[in-house]
T-cell receptor, first 111, second 112 residues
């Protein structure tokens, strides 16, 4: 069964550093998303991406965040200057039209 | 503001029984309602999607209902098994590809 692949599975970074989280969505999907889940809390929407541009973003997705689809397969989330409160699981997802397929996530720990 | 409530934080039932999970929402008129399963440290796994004009949908031992008047969805697992133990998430969206808003989940435990 097709999968969404995320790397790395775990990233530890110092506060103020930049991180790039990577995702390979399912190849024939057109819609891509980033979500995050702080430990013990609900899964929260960050941003959706369609046709090479952002289609919607949440209040969480401020100037610190950016997304890119640098080639035909990868989809990245960049966090420019990480804060302690950015520590969370970050999930990439892709969709065709009938439910989302999520990756296994990247656990980001900011120290 | 939009609110999604899942009936209980945790539900414990005996193997073989039917588990029923509830999702209620307010200040929202979703066109689609989805249910996901999440295991610890893993991403959500899609289970079922139901549209606002559908009353019920089934997939193997799973059944979902969607009542737009009551603003409620019920999620049933029949003949439950210990392997069904996980957190189940209700999620709403305006379209099949728009962002989905998740509830906080119900942690289901099936005891042998």
């Amino acid at each position: 069964e097709p999968e969404v692949t995320q790397t790395p599975s775990h990233q530890v970074t110092q506060m103020g550093q930049e991180v790039i989280l990577r995702c390979v969505p399912i190849s024939n999907h057109l819609y891509f998303y980033w979500y995050r889940q702080i430990l013990g809390q609900k899964v929260e929407f960050l941003v959706s991406f369609y046709n090479n541009e952002i289609s919607e973003k949440s209040e969480i997705f401020d100037d610190q965040f950016s997304v890119e689809r640098p080639d035909g397969s990868n989809f990245t989330l960049k966090i420019r200057s990480t804060k302690l409160e950015d520590s969370a699981m970050y999930f990439c997802a892709s969709s065709e039209s009938n439910g989302y397929t999520f990756g296994s996530g990247t656990r980001l720990t900011v120290v | 503001s939009q609110k999604i409530e899942q009936n209980s934080e945790a539900l414990n039932i005996q193997e073989g029984k039917t588990a029923t999970l509830t999702c209620n929402y307010t200040n929202y008129s979703p066109a689609y309602l989805q249910w996901y399963r999440q295991d610890p440290g893993r991403g959500p796994v899609f289970l079922l999607l139901i549209r606002e004009n559908e009353k019920e949908k089934r997939k193997e031992r799973l059944k979902v209902t969607f009542d737009t008047t009551l603003k409620q969805s019920l999620f049933h697992i029949t003949a439950s098994q210990p392997a069904d133990s996980a957190t189940y998430l209700c999620a709403l969206s305006y379209s099949s590809a728009s962002k989905i808003i998740f509830g906080s989940g119900t942690r289901l435990s099936i005891r042998p």
